[in-house]
C-alpha cells in the first residue's frame, strides 16, 4: 500500500522546512508522527479533520494519519468541520478524553489503510464543498530525481488547498527542502526566500507579479517556475523567461474537483489545439459546444463530480476556453466565478450580501478584467429612491466590510437604471464576462 | 508635480479610504510602491481607479519590461502611456 510515510520511508534523503527562519528536517517530523501513533493508537481507521496551523505540524499530521487513518479533511483555518463524527486534530482536551474510552484497534496491523483525502473549495453559498483525492491521484505528477532533490522550493501558495498541496508533496516526495513563507508580505517574502537560497517557485500569477514588484526577484537563483491557480498571461510569462532563461517555466491547469491538471512548458499562455482529443494523454481533453473545457482523467473521479460527467467520462471542468488556430486559451469560468488572484470569488454570495440593502431593487456582481490580479469584483445596484446614491454606496461597501473577505468586496460600485436578464430570468454575467 | 502625478495621488488616497488602508507620509520619488501602504488589491485597485479617471491601463496596454517597485517607476510607465496616446 503507497503511504505518503512509506514514500518517505524509501528516500535516500529526505529534506528540510523551513518558516520564519526555523527549521524542521523531514526526519524528525517522521520521528513525531510515529510518536502520535503510538499515542493515539485509536485515531487508527478514524477520519480525521486536521486544522492547519503550521506548516510543520500540518506535515506531521499528513505523515502520522495518511496510510492510518481511514481519511483525513484538510480544513482551512476558517472553516468548520463538515461532520460531527470527524475527530478534530490537533486533540482537544474533551476529543483525547472520550477517546480514549474508545475500544482500541490493533494499530500495527491496520497499517496500510486506504486513506481518503478530503479537500474544501469554498462554496457558492459560502458552505466548503469537500472533494475526495486519494494519495495515488495526488501524487500523480510528482517527479523524482537527483536533480530535482537539490532544489528548494518556496510555499506561497496555502497547504490545505490543492496547489499548496501539491508543491508541499512535491518537496516533500522528491526530498527536496522547502521554505514557507505563504503568511507574509511580499518584501518579508523575498527576504525569506533570499536567505534560504530558494531555486524553485511555484506561485499564483497574481503573487509572481507581486514578486516583480520588489524588484528583487532577479536576486534569485532559479532554475524552476510554475504557474497556476489563475489564467497565466503571455506578458507575465515572457517577463520571467527574460529575467531566468535558463530555468523551467511551466504554467500548471488544475482541477481541485477533479483532482487532476495537466503542465504547459512551452513558455506560451493557453495549451496546444493538438492536444484536443489526443488519447495518449494522460488527461485526456475536449471542448464542448458550449466552448467549456472538459477532461477525462485517468483515475475515477470523486462521487460529487457524477452530475458533471458524461457517458464517456468526461468531467465538465466549467472552464470557458476559446481555441484559436493551434492554441486553446483560457477565458474564466462559466459559472461567474470571479478568481482575484487565486482567490475564488462567487457573485451570488455577494449579492447575497448587497440586496440586504431596503434601498436596492436589483444586484448584478461580474468580474471587471485586472492585468495585476487577473479579475476584480465589480458591482451594478439599481436603487429604489434617486438622490441617496453617496448614502446608498457608503452603506453597502459597509456592509460588505461587515460580512465578506476583503477580496469579495466589490471595488466599484455603479448605480445603474437597468441590469440585463437572460430568458431564464437568471442574471446575464456572461456578456460582461466575454 | 505634474497633473498626471497629481492624478496619481489622489486616486491613491481614494483606493486606501476605499480600502481601509493608511498610506505612508510622505510618499517620495523612491519609496517602494509595497511599502506605501496599499497591497495587492489595492494597487490592482489603483489601476482600475486610474483607467476610469485617465482612459487608459497601460498594464495591459504596453509591453512592460520591469515591474515598477518605486513611485517614481510607477509614474513613470503612466507617463510613458500618456505620451504614445
Redo the contacts between chains.
Sequence with gaps: MQSLSNQLANLTRTGVITSACEHSSIAELITKADEIKEQYPQLCQRPIAIQYTNSADFITALIAFDGWCSAIYLCPPDVSIPEKALIKWPLDNDTAMTDLSIKQLNSTSLDGTQTMWYMATSGTTGEPKWFSHSFLSLTAHTKHSHKLQALCWALLYQPFRFAGLQVMLQALLSGADLVDVVDY???AQMAFLKHGDVTAISATP?VW??L????QLSELTLSHMTLGGEIADQ?LLD?LYRLFPKAKLRHIYASTEAGVGFVVSDGRAGFPTKWLEDQTLSVVLKVSDEQHLLIKPSHPVCQSLAQHTDAQGYVDTLDKVQVINDRVFFLGRATGTIN??GNKVHPEKVEQVLLQCADISQVKVYA??????GE?VVADVMIIDTGVEQEVKQHL?KMC?KQLH??EIP??ISIVNHIDHEHSGKLNRKQLHD | MTNLEQQIRQAMQQVAELSDCQLVDPIDADTLLLECGLDSLGYAMLVAQLEEDLGFDPFTELEIDIYPSTFTEFLGIYQQCANNL
Excluded at chain 1, 212 to 215: K, P, Q
Excluded at chain 1, 368 to 373: E, G
Design positions: 508580505e511580499p518584501l497574481s507579479r507581486q516583480l514588484m520588489t524588484g506578458i517577463k482575484v488572484g471587471k478584467k485586472s492585468a495585476l490580479l476584480l461597501l466590510k476583503r477580496f471595488t466599484k
